[in-house]
């Protein structure tokens, strides 16, 4: 279950690509598209939240910060015979 962490209300513009970046702040960049290239990413909000560990944060539908913990799984590995 995912938890807001932050109200920013950010319009989403279709063909962007938006994420929280390494400095906290939301920033957007144009998705690649078959043989096209993506473009350099933009600040789009200034917010300067503080990443944790283990969890992953992302922009909702409502154009917020939101966090849900990360998953820890994957495939589970054979027994090799002996």
Request: charged content about 40%; aromatic content about 8%.
């Amino acid at each position: 279950m995912a938890k807001k962490v932050q109200k920013v209300g950010v319009k989403k513009e279709k063909g962007y690509l938006y994420f929280i970046d390494k400095d906290g702040d939301v920033s957007a960049a144009i998705m690649a598209r078959g043989a096209k290239k993506g473009g350099k990413p933009k600040k789009v909000a200034k917010v300067g939240i503080k990443k944790e560990s283990g969890f992953l944060y992302f922009i909702d539908k409502q154009g917020d910060i939101s966090c849900a913990a990360m998953v820890k799984g994957g495939k589970k590995k054979k027994k090799g015979k002996k």
